[in-house]
């Protein structure tokens, strides 16, 4: 087969995967497209999966089989199938995944109709635990954006998720840009952003063909490699920064550069919590090395459609931990295993792109954090001077303040609510004010009150505090906390909003949402 007729080159890195291999090449020896290569780099497995391997390349021409001398990883293993694929383009396949007959052709074709660098695509999670399959589908605004695009008639795509397995990639883009994966853990990160700055056309291919495997991967970890994990991961975030910043492309992706940073990092804790759990020399490094990483970060900058609020939380949350020890607290409230005793934090609004109710346990589902309004009163609902505006409503799950904007001496409108859950140290919330042209700034006053208390007499508040929203301000993270003896849902809890400085746009109204409690 001649080097131009090959029109896709499938690369298959493979370490002990001998349960999953055949299913992954049999899927590409399926496939649709007329002329391809399969080609397998074994890296030393331990297992069977190099006599699995030896066994499909001698019944199929079409399977090349590449074999390491020594272990090196899946970014070294992807890097040797580029040194000898000759397709025009290239798909990366991880060996325990698979793929529906339409995937190398799909994507062949359009990139073939729009002459794209690179094709991005689509794919299906399945949980080995009940076999569930979630669809992830391309974001709207990269899916019906005119093609071809780049990143910089497109940004939105740099918020994509970072895999390289659900892309096609021509060939010859990648060897003109010298692109290579480096010997990480997280080897997709620096690689994709290299890719997709560099992109000058790409395309999309909206369906998903692509099925990705999750497997339990708590069961076999070791503390040393939980290290590892951690260890690399932030060198290949430093390695994409490196690249961002030395080819001049950061300060004009920075934001979006924060939301796939943050997605990142939480995906981590979620992935290796067990270790954060576990090891405190890991809490203590992970904890300072986040801390670092989230300090430059404007959250008011960031595009929340990309950044779902449970994720916009944590970060948030986060950064304000003290101590390793209290990061180390959240990671063991916030993750889901076996290990774990103290109630959950913020658990049943994790990942809710991937994981749902079903996917949880009883024990996590019955012990969240996440509170409920179940009670609210308002002192007046609109100011007399302002009939069209809203002085304060409450929808059931969260609260909207309008400061009194014509008259700096008018009362505030406060709005008392109780909330069903636990929490006995802090209740957290976000505070929001979206309005672009604000030139006020905002202060938030928040009380804790003993229930049926007369606010006006000052007795029976057990805690108050203020927190100013700044201009250009949109978002921050507030919290109030509370006497060791008391619990929030034998609380009330006022709110109201007032300008310090400025005039305020009109219809600036603060929003307070997403409540948590913290501690049993």
Not at 125 to 149: C, M, N, S, W
């Amino acid at each position: 087969m001649s080097n131009e007729a090959i029109q896709i080159s499938f690369i298959v890195p493979t370490y002990n995967v001998d349960k999953y291999l055949e299913k992954c090449v049999s899927s590409l020896q399926a496939q649709t497209v007329e002329k391809f290569e399969i080609i397998i780099v074994e890296d030393c497995s331990t297992d069977g999966s190099l006599r699995l391997a030896e066994r499909l390349a001698a019944r199929d021409a079409r399977i090349k089989l590449v074999r390491h001398a020594r272990n090196k990883g899946l970014g070294p293993a992807r890097n040797t199938g580029l040194e000898h694929a000759r397709g025009t383009y290239i798909c990366f396949v991880d060996s325990d995944d698979w793929v529906d007959p339409g995937y190398g052709e799909a994507f062949f074709l359009e990139a073939e109709r729009t002459k794209a660098d690179m094709v991005v695509g689509s794919f299906y999670a399945v949980f080995e635990q009940g076999a569930r399959i979630a669809p992830h589908f391309v974001d709207p605004v990269v899916r019906y954006a005119t093609l071809p695009f780049n990143a910089r008639t497109c940004p939105a795509v740099l918020s994509m998720p970072t895999p390289v397995w659900d892309k096609c990639y021509r060939r010859d883009f990648i060897e003109r840009h010298q692109l290579r994966f480096p010997a990480l853990i997280g080897e997709d990160i620096p690689f994709q952003w290299q890719a997709m700055t560099q992109a000058e056309r790409m395309s999309v291919v909206g369906e998903p063909f692509y099925y990705y495997r999750i497997r339990d991967s708590q069961k076999n970890r070791s503390l040393t490699s939980g290290r590892a994990i951690f260890a690399d991961v932030f060198l290949a975030q430093e390695q994409a920064l490196d690249y961002l910043t030395t080819s001049g492309h950061f300060d004009t992706y920075r934001a979006i550069w924060w939301e796939r940073m943050i997605k990142e990092l939480l995906h981590l804790t979620e992935k290796s919590g067990d270790t954060l759990i576990a090891d405190d020399f890991v809490a203590k490094v992970f904890h300072m090395m986040v801390r670092r990483s989230l300090q430059p970060v404007d959250f008011s900058l960031l595009n929340r459609s990309y950044l779902p609020d449970h994720v916009l939380f944590k970060a948030m949350y986060a950064r304000q931990c003290a101590s390793w020890k209290e990061f180390q607290d959240l990671v063991r409230r916030s993750f889901p295993g076996s290990h774990k005793k103290d109630p959950l934090f913020l658990g049943v609004a994790k990942m809710r792109f991937m994981i749902t109710r079903q996917d949880l346990n009883a024990d996590e589902i019955s012990h969240t954090h996440l509170l409920r309004i179940t009670d609210h009163k308002t002192t007046f609902t609109h100011y007399p001077d302002l009939p069209e505006y809203a002085a304060a409503s409450c929808d059931g799950q969260r609260i909207i303040l309008l400061p009194p904007v014509h008259d700096a001496h008018m009362e505030p409108a406060r709005v008392t609510v109780k909330f069903s859950g636990q929490g006995s140290r802090r209740l957290w919330y976000f505070l929001s004010c979206s309005q672009p042209e604000r030139g006020a700034e905002l202060v938030i006053s928040q009380r804790a009150m003993q229930n049926g208390v007369d606010v006006a007499s000052h007795h029976g508040i057990v805690a108050e505090t203020e927190t100013v929203l700044h201009v250009g301000e949109k978002i921050l993270l507030s919290s109030i906390n509370l006497p060791a003896e008391a619990r929030i849902e034998d609380l009330e809890f006022e709110f109201s909003v007032r300008c310090r400085s400025g005039f305020p746009a009109w219809a600036s109204d603060v929003t307070i949402s997403h409540f948590y409690g913290e501690g049993a």
